[in-house]
């Protein structure tokens, strides 16, 4: 039987992190999808779905975990979703789920924090691993949030289960 693998992904349209888990939470491939800022939009939107098409392959996904978008910048937000587009769409017969920022950084560390406490989160958790950028980091924060809601979630359906 074909392993189910469970992918996070911290989407951007300059640098997307993928980090890929098997179904027990192991971390098994961290990798990020780098465009070039000089190529039009569909060029680099193409580049980002073709790779992620190539992980598929090898990878295939049966979950996919991003981080919710967010506004901050027009242009960059209006991109940023552009690439969400792209990611829903390849993956439109795969379940998908949504964290927002805050509930990722709480999952992990209990509140606020910035790219380098995530970053060095990642690094005590997966000593192994060196993520290349933030963007491997944050995809790999995003994926262990996914296990540790469902953790969660298993403990409060025991709970319900024993007191109802």
């Excluded at 189910?4 to 179904?23: C, H, N, P, Q």
């Excluded at 039009?40 to 990878?59: M, P, S, T």
């Excluded at 975990?65 to 792209?86: D, K, W």
């Amino acid at each position: 039987m074909a392993s189910k693998y469970i992918w996070a992904l911290d989407i951007s349209m300059s640098r997307t992190g993928v980090a890929i888990f098997d179904e027990s939470g192991e971390l098994v491939k961290v990798t990020s999808i780098e465009t070039k800022s000089k190529d039009k939009a569909q060029v680099r939107l193409e580049h980002i779905a073709r790779n992620l098409v190539y992980l598929d392959i090898d990878h295939p996904c049966e979950i996919l975990v991003m981080e919710r978008g967010f506004s901050r910048f027009n242009l960059a937000t209006q991109a940023l979703f552009r690439v969400h587009g792209v990611v829903n769409y390849l993956f439109w017969t795969k379940e998908q789920i949504y964290y927002p920022p805050k509930v990722i950084k709480q999952s992990l560390v209990g509140g606020k924090a910035t790219k380098q406490e995530i970053y060095d989160w990642v690094r005590r958790r997966f000593p192994e691993t060196v993520p290349a950028n933030d963007d491997e980091s944050d995809a790999i924060a995003i994926g262990c949030c996914y296990f540790n809601k469902r953790k969660e979630d298993v403990e409060h359906e025991r709970t319900a289960d024993i007191s109802g």
